[in-house]
């Protein structure tokens, strides 16, 4: 694209030509720290956690579009997303927050024990009951943190869907939905198949984007990728949770628009070029994020060379080296790696990830 890029991190860098490392902890005084640094800056993007509101802090200060500190906590926040959209009378799960030792008074069953701030569906668990309830508890804090807060949400019905976009002046553009085929029910919610589009009826995406569009008002969000997840019955559609960033891992790379990458995309929002239109006819796309099914040592993954033969298939990524320690949800964090693949219709695609899924054969060692 043209542009001088510096990467700040709080920390080390593949990237130590154009690099430089500053904290996170207080991000004003990042923000002044890398201004005083760099000279003329035409954007910024934060790409996740703590590098957002640093990214927000730089913005302000050169007076460009940004979200607001207050909603960026928000986005954190799972719980104070929950606040948010009750306020704003959003649809969404009944929910409680589990602080210190004392329960809520909860009684609808089936539900889901959530920690507020982990993403890749780390320490979420369904519960059936009180007693399930209890212990998720008690297995969740052993993951997270022994006193951490923790939510508990109403398993609601439907298929789970997620938004991807861009908020410019509060106007949420989507740029795809996927939908997630494999819609798991529990014990453990593992990411697998993103899809798009989503096999949505055209009454129910209109739904879908208009509760994302709601969720990212409520939480304040007025700039830059949203990622929104809800899901969608037949007639109701219920948000999940919302991030300011856009989707995690290497799934953006089944995101494109009039032939740009998500990050292209992101980068031209940044710089106040405008987002290119949707093209009716482009070719469906979707990722598989390979699971980690036990805890252990990855010792192989085989059946690489196979699955990229699948017709359709486009790359095959395996981000974890054998002999690296591996560990199965609730507790684990990563994917194992990516599959993507490219079609004329999202059925093709969904095809297309599962055969190359069944040729992977994945040896872990289990401890």
């Keep these: 694209m043209g542009c001088e890029v510096l990467v700040a991190s709080n920390a080390v860098s593949v990237i130590p030509s154009a690099f430089t490392r500053v904290s996170f902890d207080d991000p004003v005084a990042a923000a002044k720290r890398l201004l005083g640094e760099v000279g003329v800056v035409d954007g910024v993007v934060g790409t996740d956690g703590s590098a957002v509101a640093v990214a927000a802090e730089v913005a302000r200060l050169l007076d460009l579009s940004s979200n607001p500190a207050g909603a960026l906590v928000a986005a954190e926040s799972k719980y104070l997303q929950r606040r948010a959209a009750e306020a704003a009378g959003v649809s969404q799960p009944a929910f409680a927050l589990i602080s210190g030792e004392a329960m809520p008074a909860w009684s609808t069953f089936p539900a889901v024990v959530k920690p507020m701030d982990r993403s890749a569906s780390q320490g979420v668990v369904r519960v059936d009951s009180p007693n399930q309830l209890h212990e998720a508890v008690t297995a969740v804090r052993a993951i997270i943190g022994r006193h951490a807060p923790l939510l508990v949400e109403a398993f609601v019905p439907g298929?789970?869907?997620?938004?991807?976009?861009?908020?410019?002046?509060?106007?949420?553009?989507?740029?795809?939905?996927f939908d997630k085929p494999d819609n798991p029910q529990g014990p453990t919610f593992p990411e697998t198949l993103l899809v798009s589009p989503a096999r949505l009826a055209p009454q129910a995406l209109s739904r879908l984007t208009?509760?994302?569009?709601?969720?990212?008002?409520?939480?304040?969000?007025?700039?830059?990728?949203?990622?929104?997840?809800?899901?969608?019955?037949?007639?109701?559609?219920?948000?999940?949770?919302?991030?300011?960033?856009?989707?995690?891992?290497?799934?953006?790379?089944?995101?494109?628009?009039?032939?740009?990458?998500?990050?292209?995309?992101?980068?031209?929002?940044?710089?106040?070029?405008?987002?290119?239109?949707?093209?009716?006819?482009?070719?469906?796309?979707?990722?598989?994020?390979l699971p980690v099914d036990e805890t252990g040592w990855l010792d192989a993954v085989g059946g690489v060379d196979a699955a990229r033969a699948v017709d359709g298939v486009?790359?095959?990524?395996?981000?974890?080296?054998?002999?690296?320690?591996?560990?199965?949800?609730?507790?684990?964090d990563r994917y194992l790696g990516f599959v993507f693949a490219r079609a004329g219709t999202a059925d093709q695609v969904e095809a297309a990830l599962r055969a190359a899924w069944a040729s992977i054969k994945i040896e872990i060692t289990a401890s």
Aim: proline share 5%; with cysteine; charged share 20%.
């Design 210 to 289: 208009e509760a994302a569009q709601r969720a990212v008002a409520a939480v304040g969000l007025v700039e830059g990728p949203v990622h929104v997840e809800c899901k969608v019955d037949d007639v109701d559609v219920w948000f999940l949770e919302l991030a300011a960033r856009t989707i995690g891992g290497l799934c953006s790379r089944a995101l494109n628009r009039g032939g740009m990458s998500l990050e292209e995309l992101v980068i031209r929002h940044a710089l106040g070029l405008p987002t290119p239109p949707r093209t009716p006819d482009a070719a469906a796309t979707g990722v598989l994020m």
């Design 314 to 332: 486009t790359d095959v990524v395996i981000s974890v080296g054998a002999g690296e320690r591996v560990v199965a949800l609730p507790a684990g």
């Design 159 to 177: 298929a789970e869907v997620a938004v991807e976009g861009l908020v410019r002046g509060g106007r949420l553009i989507v740029l795809a939905v």
